[in-house]
């Protein structure tokens, strides 16, 4: 979720498109729905993700002991193919949504990009800088289709702030102060 992959580039990753010390991931294929590996959606696709370190310490942790660079990131049990949608959502997605209690909330896997568009751009980024970790070439689509307003009281609020420094920073006793 808070890296903003789209389920059939998630699902695509390898081991060499994790780098644990850099801290990054390389998004270079992106997994079809019959299970083979194609380019990237656009070439704006193809791009490179920061990860936190709380996102390395989990990759880590996943990766297995002796793990291969072509190995898959989300692999199945049988063979070290990649995980099948149909089983990441039925078998991972869904039972995930159960046990967090939130089943029958309307919560899709492609929401998760919606919801890292509108975390990123709540915590400071760019439309344009969130375009980029989404793999867009127009910031108008993320804002468009993605970003969503999470706080409305947390909006009043900011409102009022912004409204507040305008205020004191160009009115003086009821005058209008020249800048």
Excluded at 26 to 47: I, T, Y
Excluded at 68 to 94: K, L, M, Q
């Amino acid at each position: 979720m808070l890296t903003g992959l789209r389920v059939g580039e998630a699902l695509a990753l390898q081991w060499k498109n994790v780098d644990l010390e850099a801290c990054e991931l390389h998004v270079r294929a992106s997994l079809g729905r019959s299970g083979e590996l194609n380019p990237p959606k656009s070439e704006a696709g193809a791009r490179t993700i920061p990860l936190s370190p709380g996102l390395i310490d989990l990759l880590a942790r996943l990766k297995p002991a002796g793990a291969g660079e072509e190995e898959f990131v989300f692999s199945s049990t049988r063979g070290g193919r990649p995980i099948a949608y149909g089983n990441f959502r039925r078998r991972g997605f869904d039972k995930a949504i159960g046990a967090a209690g939130l089943a029958g909330r309307g919560i899709t896997i492609h929401g998760l990009r919606s919801a890292a568009a509108s975390i990123l751009i709540r915590q400071g980024l760019t439309p344009v800088e969130v375009a980029n970790v989404l793999g867009h070439t127009d910031a108008n689509i993320t804002l468009k289709v993605y970003a969503r307003l999470f706080d409305k009281p947390d909006l009043a609020a900011r409102v009022r702030a912004a409204q507040s420094a305008v205020m004191t920073s160009t009115w003086i006793g009821g005058a209008t102060q020249r800048r």
